[in-house]
């Protein structure tokens, strides 16, 4: 199935037919659908020149960590963007491609789509064409499986870093957002668009210069951080395996990625100046080698292999219950709408939740993503104290309800990084 004609309608008997023809063939095959999005998901991109002087320059400090990034240049435009791909991403494609057909829905134009799959799939191996750009959905703030898959999307997984824009679907796995380029955010997010037209473009480096100072509504200081951001993230390894347990126990205040910090694009080119004003100035020698053996972009994500590890428990969940219809002779087929989000109320089933200076006072909690991720994973969450809390997640270690959990003896103090390992 390919998805690169705009404007291409069929009746919904042809649709059906179509599907029903692509459920027979995976079926027989074993594996199942799975919708991927590019950008800070497989991959980070940035149209940032500053990254062209650390690539020629070896003695960078950054030099060791760009030095596999890619870069292309789109026909109808000047701009270079330089990609890097997550971690682990082609031994990723690789394995995922034995239990899933895989397909790209992106907000990026259909030529950046096409260009990013030139690097990721060379071989046309993976993606064929199964690519839906914003070109062809004609919608650039939501995402809609029924683009897709108009019928039926029973055995249909899919994985993005943001919930948000596929309105919280049950088939959705939210990943962890792959941030390499510090403060740069999601190039191809509608929100960031409005504010960077691509044909004011005329040089990279003109763009940069008037747009550093330009803070998306992604972009948030480490002083603005007081959201939702993650339970994540609960995130890819939140869709447990079989053989984990389901104990509140095993939840952890450990940390994400250090990649998981969120800064604007200001504070990434004052860290850059400063360490070139360090390097010139006259100052001690031993902090000027540590100044210049720290190096601004650090790219120590893991996502992939938890991604990974969900989604062959959700493949292999599917056919085990697949199989067991077909041995009573059942006519039906499982539904991955159903699967997933049981598989996600396992893990945090027992646990009830309080926040404390997480979710601003002026928004609703139930509107929060923190909360909503949390309910999504089986969590209960509560308002106030009450002798059901489990777990206090905190965003400052000075409040008085983590003074209020410390009196107790009885509660785990988390961090809102926190995940279940």
Same mark, same amino acid.
């Given at each position: 199935?390919?998805?690169?004609?705009?404007?291409?309608?069929?009746?919904?008997?042809?649709?059906?037919?179509?599907?029903?023809?692509?459920?027979?063939?995976?079926?027989?095959?074993?594996?199942?659908?799975?919708?991927?999005?590019?950008?800070?998901?497989?991959?980070?991109?940035?149209?940032?020149?500053?990254?062209?002087?650390?690539?020629?320059?070896?003695?960078?400090?950054?030099?060791?960590?760009?030095?596999?990034?890619?870069?292309?240049?789109?026909?109808?435009?000047?701009?270079?963007?330089?990609?890097?791909?997550?971690?682990?991403?082609?031994?990723?494609?690789?394995?995922?491609?034995?239990?899933?057909?895989?397909?790209?829905?992106?907000?990026?134009?259909?030529?950046?789509?096409?260009?990013?799959?030139?690097?990721?799939?060379?071989?046309?191996?993976?993606?064929?064409?199964?690519?839906?750009?914003?070109?062809?959905?004609?919608?650039?703030?939501?995402?809609?499986?029924?683009?897709?898959?108009?019928?039926?999307?029973?055995?249909?997984?899919?994985?993005?870093?943001?919930?948000?824009?596929?309105?919280?679907?049950?088939?959705?796995?939210?990943?962890?957002?792959?941030?390499?380029?510090?403060?740069?955010?999601?190039?191809?997010?509608?929100?960031?668009?409005?504010?960077?037209?691509?044909?004011?473009?005329?040089?990279?480096?003109?763009?940069?210069?008037?747009?550093?100072?330009?803070?998306?509504?992604?972009?948030?200081?480490?002083?603005?951080?007081?959201?939702?951001?993650?339970?994540?993230?609960?995130? %890819? +390894?939140?869709? =447990?395996? #079989?053989? $984990?347990?389901?104990?509140?126990? /095993?939840?952890? &205040?450990? !940390?994400? @990625? *250090?990649?998981?910090?969120?800064?604007?694009?200001?504070?990434?080119?004052?860290?850059?100046?400063?360490?070139?004003?360090?390097?010139?100035?006259?100052?001690?020698?031993?902090?000027?080698?540590?100044?210049?053996?720290?190096?601004?972009?650090?790219?120590?994500?893991?996502?992939?292999?938890?991604?990974?590890?969900?989604?062959?428990?959700?493949?292999?969940?599917?056919?085990?219950?697949?199989?067991?219809?077909?041995?009573?002779?059942?006519?039906?087929?499982?539904?991955?709408?159903?699967?997933?989000?049981?598989?996600?109320?396992?893990?945090?089933?027992?646990?009830?939740?309080?926040?404390?200076?997480?979710?601003? %006072? +002026?928004?609703? =909690?139930? #509107?929060? $993503?923190?909360?909503?991720?949390? /309910?999504?994973? &089986?969590? !209960?969450? @509560? *308002?106030?104290?009450?002798?059901?809390?489990?777990?206090?997640?905190?965003?400052?270690?000075?409040?008085?309800?983590?003074?209020?959990?410390?009196?107790?003896?009885?509660?785990?103090?988390?961090?809102?990084?926190?995940?279940?390992?």
């Amino acid at each position: 199935m390919a998805h690169n004609v705009a404007g291409l309608t069929v009746s919904l008997n042809e649709a059906e037919r179509l599907e029903k023809d692509t459920a027979t063939r995976l079926l027989k095959s074993r594996k199942l659908s799975l919708i991927v999005d590019l950008d800070q998901t497989l991959i980070h991109a940035t149209i940032d020149p500053t990254v062209e002087e650390w690539i020629n320059d070896e003695n960078n400090v950054n030099h060791p960590t760009v030095k596999d990034i890619h870069k292309f240049v789109l026909s109808d435009s000047p701009t270079i963007y330089y990609i890097k791909l997550r971690p682990g991403l082609k031994e990723f494609l690789k394995n995922v491609s034995e239990f899933y057909e895989p397909h790209i829905y992106t907000m990026g134009t259909r030529n950046y789509a096409s260009s990013v799959v030139e690097i990721i799939d060379p071989d046309h191996t993976i993606f064929n064409e199964r690519i839906l750009s914003r070109d062809e959905s004609r919608n650039i703030n939501q995402k809609n499986i029924r683009r897709l898959f108009p019928c039926d999307d029973s055995m249909v997984v899919a994985i993005d870093d943001r919930a948000d824009v596929w309105g919280w679907s049950p088939n959705l796995i939210k990943v962890h957002p792959y941030d390499f380029f510090v403060g740069i955010g999601d190039i191809n997010d509608t929100r960031f668009l409005k504010q960077v037209k691509s044909d004011e473009i005329t040089s990279n480096k003109k763009t940069y210069e008037k747009n550093s100072d330009v803070k998306t509504s992604d972009e948030k200081t480490s002083d603005e951080i007081t959201s939702d951001e993650k339970i994540s993230d609960v995130k %890819t +390894s939140g869709v =447990k395996t #079989s053989d $984990e347990e389901t104990s509140g126990e /095993k939840i952890s &205040g450990e !940390e994400t @990625s *250090d990649s998981s910090e969120v800064f604007s694009s200001e504070i990434f080119k004052k860290q850059q100046i400063e360490h070139e004003e360090n390097e010139e100035s006259i100052s001690d020698p031993t902090r000027d080698r540590q100044l210049k053996s720290k190096p601004v972009l650090v790219d120590n994500d893991t996502e992939l292999p938890n991604l990974l590890k969900a989604l062959k428990e959700i493949h292999k969940r599917y056919y085990e219950e697949y199989d067991r219809q077909q041995m009573n002779e059942q006519s039906r087929t499982p539904d991955v709408t159903v699967l997933v989000p049981s598989m996600k109320a396992e893990v945090l089933k027992g646990v009830n939740i309080l926040f404390t200076h997480v979710i601003p %006072t +002026s928004q609703k =909690k139930e #509107s929060a $993503e923190i909360w909503i991720l949390a /309910k999504e994973f &089986g969590a !209960e969450c @509560s *308002d106030g104290w009450n002798s059901e809390v489990t777990h206090l997640v905190a965003g400052d270690r000075g409040t008085e309800k983590v003074k209020e959990a410390i009196r107790r003896g009885n509660v785990f103090i988390v961090r809102k990084e926190w995940h279940v390992i």
